[in-house]
């Protein structure tokens, strides 16, 4: 019973405890805050939300690494965290996001990552992504977003909402989070007229209930523009992530890292998979076990289990699929899965047992029902 919209495959690499760096650039007068953890493969840059520094990352970084081995980094937009703002701007426009935008690339030539590179970003932090991405679509080899800000989210009727709600008066000058906002409206209008290259595949992660705390009008255009956002585009994949807020890397850190670590084994050649995918097993059993109390890890397991099942690594998907009605005994859902798989490698028998266990937790299986019939019927 497939219940997910991606699969999600996880690696491990031999890295084990990653070393992070903490560095001030210098970007012309002026020091901006990285956080690096450093690797081989293609580096992951981390993009945070409104008002946030890189530090909001940090809880996601070591599984991260310890998966891929890869490079990641973190950093803080000028005025935000430990980096400073520019001395040499006079006017408030002169802080909007192309100015943003080029203090990153200046920052990340300099420190030699400014090649080939996975973005990743939450909120606001997205039409970063979106700017980097549509200025060097050969660079960026793939984009994860997290509930971000869409770039025609934000029409003239809901901007003149926001400043009739939003007084910036209120907020300290000068600063990272007051220039943001004075040109909010400027960024949101110039958003609207950039997309991201269709070359470039985009994993769109978006809650159920984004931001409750907004009025309607809000919060159902927000799910809705989502929900269409990979409308005839082959290179998008929406995933909703069911019992989270806004902040889903951390209401479910699990499903984040695996969607990070998919879109990373992406950039790997075939015999790189091959040398890693066996240890996919490992970390997801190691996340499992640590989120046990909730139901985020079956699925994280259950679509791992598809993911091998739809590669037709039958051995691989059945030792998964065993494991999650292992871990979770009360599932029908896992029951149903590993009966599918039992079913696919023509172990008869075993597989009606599944489904019948399946059935006999939930009742109102009706595609295990469907599917039980024409076993005992061959």
Do not use: C
């Amino acid at each position: 019973m497939r219940h997910f919209l991606i699969t999600l495959l996880a690696i491990t690499s031999l890295s084990m405890h990653a070393q992070s760096q903490d560095t001030l650039v210098d970007i012309g007068g002026y020091k901006m805050h990285f956080k690096i953890m450093k690797g081989k493969g293609t580096p992951i840059l981390f993009e945070a939300g409104a008002g946030n520094d890189g530090s909001v990352w940090n809880n996601i970084l070591e599984k991260i690494h310890k998966v891929t081995g890869t490079t990641l980094i973190t950093y803080d937009r000028s005025g935000f965290g430990k980096s400073e703002l520019n001395p040499n701007l006079k006017n408030d426009t002169d802080f909007g996001i192309l100015n943003g935008t080029k203090e990153l690339e200046t920052g990340l030539s300099k420190l030699g990552y400014d090649d080939e590179i996975i973005l990743v970003s939450h909120s606001y932090g997205g039409l970063y992504n979106l700017l980097y991405a549509n200025k060097h679509p050969k660079k960026v080899k793939s984009v994860v977003l997290i509930d971000v800000t869409l770039n025609n989210f934000w029409n003239d009727e809901l901007l003149t909402m926001r400043d009739n709600n939003v007084d910036i008066s209120t907020i300290p000058k000068p600063s990272g989070d007051y220039f943001l906002n004075a040109n909010y409206n400027e960024t949101m209008r110039y958003a609207r007229n950039i997309h991201f290259p269709e070359s470039i595949p985009l994993l769109n992660i978006f809650p159920e209930n984004s931001l409750p705390g907004l009025p309607e009008v809000l919060s159902t255009r927000w799910r809705k523009l989502h929900e269409e956002l990979d409308d005839n585009k082959d290179n998008v994949t929406n995933i909703i992530a069911k019992g989270s807020g806004h902040a889903v890397f951390q209401d479910n850190p699990s499903l984040i890292i695996n969607a990070i670590i998919k879109a990373y084994s992406e950039t790997l050649d075939k015999v790189q998979k091959i040398e890693l995918l066996p240890k996919a097993l490992d970390n997801a059993m190691e996340l499992s076990i640590e989120t046990k109390m909730s139901n985020r890890s079956e699925q994280d397991l259950n679509a791992l289990g598809y993911s091998f099942l739809g590669n037709e690594e039958l051995d691989k998907a059945l030792e998964v699929f065993k494991l999650t009605t292992i871990l979770f005994p009360d599932s029908s859902n896992a029951y149903d899965s590993y009966g599918e798989a039992l079913m696919k490698s023509n172990r008869k028998a075993e597989a009606i047992e599944m489904y019948e266990k399946s059935i006999e937790l939930n009742p109102k299986n009706e595609n295990g029902k469907t599917v039980l019939r024409q076993l005992k019927q061959e």
